[in-house]
């Protein structure tokens, strides 16, 4: 027994107690030559032999080759166990087995900082260190063949010695100067010979991952790492995917030239990967904050309404109003409920909005605080996007092609914040298509075909007219230079115009001014209000309530997860009729646009009528929230509204005020529905 194999023994007890039946999986596998991963938990070793962990810790690229020779001694032992002590009967050993390492927070908690580092933190003091990454797949190259190990035979003594390819150069093999023979009469021999049919190929693939930075959209582009992905590892994740990648940081070494400073990078050799098959929220909602919620919703139970409009101001606090906008943009991030049909198609759980406006009405303001509020946003362009920078990309690399992840990609299981959606160009507006109402794209570019998640809410905004202000003679879909087909994709269309009112301007200009006063902005000279112009500004009751008991930013999002992970609302009869009424008149109603009646509007009307139930915290879909969704979907129905002249939907431009009395204004607004609703699709049914 040579001395590497009496270090690794001290492997082989642990893992014959704790992995047993993974090899005992592995040795009557079919392959022979197959490579096969063994999961080990860095926190259960420690928890039998600390010491090693520690070692595994500071020296990985030492000890990692001895815990994949303990596996192949350990399947020697299940096999004597057996019985089959000849190896030419039972199951072949299998020769390459490979610790595949995860669980470092757990074992060092106090220094996760240290082995969980973010792709941005890891530098040179990590070379060489055992490290756990988490992020996005964002580039992803062909998966090649690497010649791992090669065997040469020294032309003076015949001496063979096995060679192993260096990583941090690419894969190349490099010979030693001297022959390594061990022999009592030293060989220093320097003429080497290749042995055929001695060489080991593996698989080998190169990722990019990007680190998940939630709410440092305008910090910068966030930065990634290079991951190397060897053995049965490679093409196991696709762009766009969620990984959690353990291995060893190594050096990358650029060309080399004589008299030329070589380049240097940093890469992951990894060691395992786990790919998140569903999206789950970055955000974690912790046991006190969801007793907070459920105390919350206790409180308001006289008054549910009044509840859930102080959590709607809390949404982008620093504009004024606008109640219709901030209703929508909560809807869209908590989103409807996805299912998937027993014939196979998917039914999307997101909204999507799109938000109209003039220029200077908050439009931007909207969309960074959809970026922060968001578990997973993605801020772009129309205007600086095609339809590769939206969906994926193929780029040149080295001898074949990657692919790298557009917006829609990297968004996926969160929001894709589209400013100047109008300005995408013509041709590359059909790319979309699929993306947002399928929840996917497909890719046929350089030989590849993938098909890639893109199951993410789309938070659109463009100026009507070409950058020009609102015309109200003009349809809204003729301003806005989308085709009807696109336009029917979006749930919600909510138009934010500027109205040139007095009373609008004055309301706005004391809610700004009375923000600087809140955060130091400008000096309060005294009570008499003198900092105002010498003129005492007041606000209502309702909005003075909420600005005192307006939820934190951190707060908001974890509402937003909760409710998206507590609950999932069921239609309830009385609501399931009401949206089947209203889908019924605005599909018979006179001068109708075909591309905005179609079955669509009625799945949107379920998603924000689901959207509202969870905002509301409730598990079945309330007449109380189709009548919301009714009301939303026809303020966006641009001038073809069945409702404007009973409920004056969207006659305001979007700028909503928070009503005083909630519960009471509800009441109106259900009983001049249900009685529109209702006696309509009864006169039409009676003269159809």
Request: with cysteine; net charge negative; glycine share 10%.
């Amino acid at each position: 027994m040579g001395s590497a194999e009496r270090e690794a023994e001290v492997f082989v007890p642990w893992l014959l107690q704790a992995h047993a039946q993974e090899l005992t999986q592995i040795l009557h596998a079919p392959d022979p030559d197959g490579h096969y991963g063994v999961p080990i938990s860095l926190a259960e070793l420690a928890a039998t032999n600390h010491g090693a962990a520690e070692l595994l810790l500071k020296a990985p690229r030492q000890v990692l080759p001895l815990l994949d020779l303990a596996l192949v001694l350990a399947q020697d032992r299940l096999r004597e166990r057996a019985g089959h002590r000849d190896p030419e009967h039972g199951p072949p050993t299998k020769p390459w087995v490979h610790a595949r390492l995860h669980g470092l927070a757990l074992h060092q908690d106090v220094l996760a900082r240290e082995v969980c580092p973010p792709a941005g933190g890891v530098a040179a003091p990590h070379i060489d260190r055992l490290v756990t990454l988490v992020g996005t797949v964002t580039k992803a190259g062909p998966v090649k063949a690497l010649e791992a190990r090669r065997v040469y035979e020294c032309g003076r003594c015949h001496h063979r010695f096995v060679v192993q390819a260096d990583i941090e150069l690419g894969g190349t093999v490099v010979l030693p100067p001297v022959c390594p023979s061990e022999s009592a009469k030293p060989c220093r021999g320097t003429s080497f010979r290749h042995v055929e049919g001695g060489s080991l190929f593996t698989n080998w693939q190169e990722v990019r991952v990007q680190e998940q930075s939630q709410g440092s959209v305008a910090a910068g582009a966030p930065r990634s790492l290079t991951v190397l992905l060897q053995d049965e590892l490679a093409d196991q994740a696709q762009v766009g995917d969620d990984v959690e990648v353990t291995g060893v940081v190594i050096r990358q070494f650029g060309p080399m030239f004589p008299g030329v400073r070589c380049q240097v990078g940093l890469a992951l050799q990894a060691t395992s990967l786990t790919v998140a098959n569903e999206r789950k929220a970055a955000v974690e909602v912790t046991p006190e904050a969801a007793a907070l919620f459920g105390q919350y919703w206790q409180a308001h139970g006289s008054c549910p309404l009044r509840g859930r409009n102080k959590i709607i101001a809390s949404v982008c606090p620093e504009l004024h109003g606008l109640f219709t906008v901030k209703l929508a943009t909560l809807l869209m991030l908590i989103g409807g409920v996805e299912r998937q049909e027993p014939g196979g198609a998917h039914i999307r759980g997101e909204v999507h909005m799109l938000l109209v406006g003039d220029p200077g009405t908050g439009k931007s303001q909207f969309q960074k605080y959809v970026a922060k509020l968001a578990p997973r946003a993605v801020v772009t362009s129309g205007r600086a996007s095609s339809a590769v920078g939206l969906t994926a990309a193929a780029v040149h690399d080295g001898a074949g092609w990657a692919l790298e992840a557009g917006a829609l990609v990297l968004a996926d299981g969160g929001v894709c914040c589209i400013d100047e959606f109008d300005g995408i160009p013509e041709k590359d507006r059909a790319a979309i298509h699929e993306a947002m109402e399928q929840q996917s794209t497909h890719v046929a570019k350089a030989g590849m075909m993938v098909s890639l998640h893109t199951r993410c809410a789309v938070f659109a905004t463009c100026n009507p007219g070409r950058n020009q202000r609102y015309n109200p003679r003009v349809p809204l879909a003729s301003q806005l230079n989308i085709s009807g087909p696109l336009l029917s994709r979006f749930d919600v269309v909510i138009l934010l115009l500027d109205q040139m009112s007095p009373e609008w301007d004055e309301t706005v200009a004391d809610h700004i001014l009375q923000t600087h006063h809140r955060r130091g902005g400008s000096k309060q000279a005294d009570g008499s209000g003198a900092a105002s112009g010498g003129r005492q500004r007041h606000q209502p009751a309702e909005a003075a309530e909420v600005d005192s008991q307006g939820w934190p930013l951190a707060l908001l999002r974890q509402y937003v997860a909760w409710a998206k992970a507590a609950f999932t609302p069921v239609l309830s009869e009385e609501a399931e009729q009401l949206m089947a009424g209203y889908y019924q008149l605005r599909r018979q109603a006179e001068g109708r646009q075909a591309s905005s009646t179609t079955v669509r509007m009625l799945e949107s009307l379920v998603r924000v009528a689901q959207a509202h139930a969870r905002l509301m915290a409730r598990g079945e879909v309330l007449l109380q929230d189709a009548v919301v969704a009714v009301w939303l979907i026809d303020a966006c129905s641009d001038g073809h509204s069945v409702l404007g002249d009973v409920v004056g939907a969207g006659s305001n431009g979007g700028h909503q005020p928070f009503p005083d009395d909630p519960d009471a204004e509800y009441a109106r607004l259900e009983q001049a529905v249900t009685t529109a609703v209702l006696s309509q699709r009864e006169w039409n049914l009676l003269t159809y």
